[in-house]
């Protein structure tokens, strides 16, 4: 779902929005996001989960085509945990990839601008 899709939700669903007013409120809630995890604050979301922005440590890792050794730069790393509620949703509905019951969730890291998403 891209962000176009959820002002169009707000629009149509909960009315009493124009489409311009949708989607400035899609902005003001995802820079409200931000501004959060930027301060090191956690986002807890009732029935959803959790949102926490972590920072790892410089470590050792191996270049996987050259086998050298190498360094890995800190970084931020975003992580979500989905609610217990949220996963019995998403299982009752028969998701396969929610199946496994790992409940590890889905990692976000964020290195200078690009964004990796890892499935746990």
């Not at 995890?37 to 890792?61: A, C, H, M, T, Y």
């Amino acid at each position: 779902m891209t962000k176009a899709e959820i002002v169009q939700a707000l629009y149509s669903k909960v009315g009493g929005f124009s489409r311009k007013e949708s989607a400035e409120l899609v902005d003001l809630v995802f820079e409200m996001m931000k501004e959060t995890l930027g301060n090191g604050e956690k986002i807890k979301v009732s029935g959803f989960g959790n949102f926490v922005l972590r920072d790892k440590r410089q470590r050792p890792g191996r270049n996987p085509q050259t086998g050298q050794p190498i360094k890995i730069s800190e970084r931020r790393v975003l992580t979500f945990k989905a609610s217990q509620i949220l996963k019995q949703a998403l299982n009752q509905r028969g998701i396969p990839s929610m199946q496994n019951g790992s409940g590890s969730g889905v990692t976000m890291t964020a290195n200078s601008g690009d964004t990796n998403v890892a499935k746990g």
